[in-house]
């Protein structure tokens, strides 16, 4: 028996893998029994931070690590695609139907039976795949300190605010995709455009605006991929300019030029009838970010479906843990995915999940697991998780930095055309995974 702990992005698609391998599988979610800080359903696989699954430019790392999902029958991933929303080059779902669906292939898929039920200790027999994720429960979290041993870590990040489409004053905020690129020419995003003066008024505003007071301890880190805007806006003037509010290559109908800073929104679902503001990660007291927001240009009359919200954040220090397997380096029968494992991302998530549910059907089929080859994205990223330096591990989205550098002739080559050195990475990481998909398992 295979026992997946947490029913989220990782332990859904490890839940899939196992009863594809015709392995059985059981997967515990404390949802309803116990609820979280940030969950609003009880649907597996919700999608919390964003409806984002980054970038679908080809050649992109994030696209390489979709890519190879998809060879490897992602079950997550198929259904992505089938409830996409528009949103530019980047993969993004209506989040209420992508749970949904998922919920439903889990719930019928042969061999896997879920429980609703909150695990606070590991089962004494079978394989373990934890999947808890980063709102782990307390009693579980112990659990893992004391399984590990290590001392549990934690990090901070926020949820961006949603407001309903039709409070959105399209006479000031404009459509358009940044530099006019989406992948069938749409103009996926709503752009709020600011002048000058706009935008220094806002920027006082949120330095006054009130934070919710969480109890953070002054040491606790904040994951920097995820930082709430109003941390950014205290590293400068400029900072927001440069960051989230970037203006660059959006061109305002009103002006004919680039507005001096712009707040992009992005459509949450397949009703297009909510927007989330893109990176507009906060903690922000409720009635300070309603009046903070409302200043933005064509956000005057905004409506809330939901406030940014700050969360706790909860992964083991991996490479001090384990192995490329994604199993413990102290009991083998133990296997961690997704962001308990110190993945940042939901794609990242899908992976590591994948990966852990088909080394977990083939332990148990008594199967010598073979690591994917570095060369890959998913290789690459555990080769990370397993082998960075425990005394100062971060999590960890897939860039191209994870991935092994080209040798000293192909970087001379391509030394003036980084696109074309992407696109070697891509093509050796596929037919990395082409050698290693031809080998059949021991």
């Known amino acids: ?57 080809e050649n992109s790392a994030p696209w390489l690590l979709k890519q190879e999902l998809r060879r490897l029958d992602s079950l997550l991933l198929r259904i992505a695609a089938q409830v996409r929303v528009p949103a530019g080059h980047a993969l993004t779902v209506d989040r209420e139907v992508f749970a949904a669906e998922v919920t439903r ?46 001392e549990r870590l934690f990090f901070y990040d926020s949820i961006s605010p949603i407001v309903e489409a039709d409070s959105i004053d399209m006479s000031i905020a404009f459509r358009a995709s940044r530099y006019g690129k989406s992948l069938d020419g749409s103009d996926d995003y709503i752009n709020c455009p600011f002048n000058k003066e706009e935008y220094e008024r806002f920027l006082a505003e949120l330095l006054e605006a009130q934070s919710h007071t969480p109890h953070i301890p002054d040491d606790v880190p904040y994951f920097e991929a995820c930082l709430p805007i109003e941390e950014i806006a205290r590293r400068g003037p400029d900072t927001l300019r440069f960051g989230p509010m970037k203006p660059v290559g959006l061109t305002d109908p009103r002006t004919g030029r680039w507005p001096y800073a712009a707040v992009q929104l992005r459509q949450e679902n397949l009703r297009a009838d909510s927007y989330n503001l893109v990176g507009f990660q906060n903690y922000l007291r409720y009635p300070d970010q309603k009046r903070v927001f409302r200043l933005i240009p064509g956000l005057e009359k905004a409506e809330f479906v939901r406030y940014g919200q700050i969360h706790r954040n909860t992964y083991i220090n991996a490479p001090a843990v384990l192995l490329p397997t994604l199993q413990m380096r102290r009991e083998s029968r133990v296997l961690f995915a997704g962001q308990i494992a110190g993945i ?28 994917l080859p570095a060369a890959t994205a998913l290789g690459s990223l555990c080769r990370y ?25 192909a970087k001379k080559r391509l030394k003036h055309d980084k696109r074309a050195r992407h696109a070697e990475v891509c093509r050796r990481a596929q037919e990395a995974l082409d050698e290693y998909l031809a080998v059949p398992a021991q």
Request: one cysteine or more; hydrophobic letters at 40%; charged letters at 20%.
């Open 344 to 371: 940042e991302g939901y794609v990242e998530s899908i992976a590591t999940g994948l990966l852990a549910g088909r080394n977990a059907a083939a332990l148990e089929r008594g199967a010598e697991l073979k690591p």
């Open 1 to 57: 028996m295979i026992h997946i702990l947490g029913g989220g992005l990782a332990g859904s698609e490890a839940a899939w893998q196992v009863s594809r391998a015709g392995a059985r599988a059981v997967l515990y979610e404390m949802r309803p029994q116990r609820a979280t800080p940030a969950h609003k359903t009880t649907q597996l696989a919700e999608l919390v931070c964003s409806n984002s699954l980054k970038s679908e430019s």
């Open 385 to 409: 998780v397993s082998g960075a330096d425990p005394r100062h591990y971060q999590p960890a989205n897939i860039t191209f930095d994870l991935l092994p550098q080209l040798d000293e002739a």
């Open 105 to 150: 292939a889990i719930e019928s898929a042969p061999g896997i039976e879920v429980r609703r039920e909150e695990v606070t200790r590991l089962p004494e027999d079978g394989i373990v795949i934890i999947a808890t994720g980063p709102l782990t429960s307390d009693a579980l979290a112990q659990e893992i300190a004391r399984l590990t041993g290590t």
